[in-house]
């Protein structure tokens, strides 16, 4: 049978993933071409045609730049902290929400840890910055518990990097739980009763039962946000950082917020973008790499 026979007996399949092929065609891979503004001194006036082409000469300006290093290091700082801190807190959710045996309160407990993803960024901005400030309720706790002297959080730089992540955790850890509440319904409930004749409590269990069962689903998250390294969030960083700290809060996407739509350069955060995506790609690709080096679960 032909490839356009098989296609055609197959027509509504195929129909039914029409709509998505054309969502990534249109809005991920056509304006690829866009790209290629990074490596010339594109003018809206003239458009890619007619913009002169100029090589690596952006790429050399922003790895040249006196910002370069602050960029780089606080992404790296920012998102390496949200991986360490934050990767492990869905699943440790998940694991106790498995754990809880009254299922009211269990549904209750995931209604209240969904919530905070449902809120807008500027909502969730928002609201940081009301419980921070020198009358907020975070404030007045840290004033009564650690003699704190009572001023706005976001006012020092030192203060940014724990702020960003607590509150990144507390918006996405319901939500990213979902997964791995997901992948633990398939795991073999034969294996507890069998652990429980002999004698494994409920912590043995959980060790030796429920994180081996969910660890593929683990590792493929893991790979996945690996490829987000450089990508952290500029829209809430851009709602949260002031020029009093830049030093700690400015990082490679709000750069090229500012120099693309705030100062027009717009060849220049081009570049800035593809080199940000290319680092992302490149670690996926080594990742993944060592998952199948190391064990038996990769993306491909």
């Not at 304006?31 to 003239?46: H, N, T, V």
Request: hydrophobic letters at 50%; proline letters at 4%.
């Amino acid at each position: 049978m032909t490839t356009l026979k098989k296609i055609w007996k197959q027509k509504e399949l195929y129909l039914l993933v029409l709509p998505v092929l054309l969502y990534y065609l249109l809005f991920h891979y056509k304006p690829m071409y866009g790209l290629i503004i990074a490596f010339m001194d594109y003018s809206p006036r003239r458009g890619i045609s007619g913009s002169d082409w100029v090589g690596l000469q952006h790429f050399i300006s922003f790895f040249q730049s006196i910002y370069f290093k602050r960029l780089l290091g606080n992404t790296l700082k920012i998102s390496l902290a949200t991986i360490v801190f934050g990767f492990p807190a869905p699943i440790i959710l998940a694991l106790l929400m498995n754990e809880l045996r009254s299922k009211k309160f269990s549904r209750i407990t995931q209604t209240i840890t969904y919530m905070p993803h449902f809120i807008s960024t500027v909502v969730i901005c928002s609201m940081i910055r009301e419980f921070i400030k020198p009358e907020g309720f975070i404030t007045q706790i840290l004033v009564h518990l650690f003699n704190y002297s009572g001023k706005n959080l976001l006012s020092g730089p030192e203060n940014f990097l724990p702020i960003y992540v607590i509150s990144d955790i507390w918006q996405g850890i319901g939500w990213g739980s979902i997964v791995y509440l997901a992948a633990l319904t398939a795991v073999d409930t034969e294996l507890y009763e069998a652990a429980q004749i002999d004698g494994a409590g409920r912590w043995k269990q959980m060790l030796h039962i429920t994180l081996p069962g969910i660890m593929p689903t683990i590792i493929i998250m893991l790979i996945m946000r690996l490829g987000q390294v450089m990508s952290v969030g500029y829209e809430k960083i851009i709602l949260l950082y002031n020029e009093g700290i830049y030093e700690t809060a400015d990082v490679i996407s709000t750069y090229v917020y500012r120099m693309g739509l705030v100062d027009r350069q717009y060849s220049f955060s081009a570049a800035v973008g593809l080199f940000n995506s290319v680092v992302n790609f490149v670690l996926v690709i080594l990742a993944n790499h060592i998952s199948k080096k190391v064990s038996d679960t990769s993306l491909w």
